[in-house]
T-cell receptor, first 116, second 115 residues
Framework: GAVVSQHPSRVICKSGTSVKIECRSL??????MFWYRQFPKQSLMLMAT?????????EQGVEKDKFLINHASLTLSTLTVTSAHPEDSSFYIC????????????FGPGTRLTVL | AQKITQTQPGMFVQEKEAVTLDCTYD???????LFWYKQPSSGEMIFLIY??????QNATEGRYSLNFQKARKSANLVISASQLGDSAMYFC????????????FGTGTKLQVIP
């Protein structure tokens, strides 16, 4: 089946640094990728939707200058948390829509970010 | 207004019994998709089952079935013959809009299977 990978799976960084999270579709072309944030014991909150080759669409309340999304190719999207602060600590999950099967959303395993 | 409502924050079920997890949704779009995902403690979201708004029959995938009642806007997940490994968070989700790009998740139900 379709596989989505995320790297890194865990990252700990100091406040003020930037962190890049990669999301790759390994065996399919992802026309659309989604980035979610999940706080402990809560649901997934959609942060942004990115289509290959175009600017990401951010959900209301999500700072686009803080969470930079780049969907440079049909298999790679990156989320950069700039000048991270402790309140940015969270579980970040990406998912991808296959060009061939838009009824199914494939999720990555998630990245746990801890900002000290 | 909530787009996806899961009214059961937590559920218990005896091993080998069946359990129903509730989900109601709200949309004015005639074309939409409903999904259920399982999230174990590892965090990974595992796709379980999909129901399209135009599908005439209820979706089934192994021990999972979706009780789709369109008029009532409900899409309950039924897990038959519960196993200990079914203990996890379960999320109902809806995709709607052009290209199915608008995605909304419910707040989840924590299911615990008791031996």
């Amino acid at each position: 089946g379709a596989v989505v990978s995320q790297h890194p799976s865990r990252v700990i960084c100091k406040s003020g640094t930037s962190v890049k999270i990669e999301c790759r579709s390994l065996d399919f072309q992802a026309t659309t990728m989604f980035w979610y944030r999940q706080f402990p014991k809560q649901s997934l909150m959609l942060m942004a939707t990115s289509n290959e080759g175009s600017k990401a669409t951010y959900e209301q309340g999500v700072e686009k200058d803080k969470f930079l999304i780049n969907h440079a190719s049909l298999t790679l999207s990156t989320l950069t948390v700039t000048s991270a602060h402790p309140e940015d600590s969270s579980f970040y999950i990406c998912s991808a829509l296959s060009r061939d099967r838009v009824d199914t959303q494939y999720f990555g395993p998630g990245t746990r970010l801890t900002v000290l | 207004a909530q787009k996806i409502t899961q009214t059961q924050p937590g559920m218990f079920v005896q091993e080998k019994e069946a359990v129903t997890l509730d989900c109601t949704y709200d949309t004015s779009d005639p074309s939409y998709g409903l999904f259920w995902y399982k999230q174990p403690s590892s965090g990974e979201m595992i796709f379980l089952i999909y129901q399209g708004s135009y599908d005439q029959q209820n979706a089934t995938e192994g021990r999972y079935s979706l009780n789709f009642q369109k008029a009532r806007k409900s899409a309950n997940l039924v897990i038959s013959a519960s196993q200990l490994g079914d203990s996890a968070m379960y999320f109902c989700a809806m995709r709607e809009g052009p290209g199915y790009q608008k995605v909304t998740f419910g707040t989840g139900t924590k299911l615990q299977v008791i031996p």
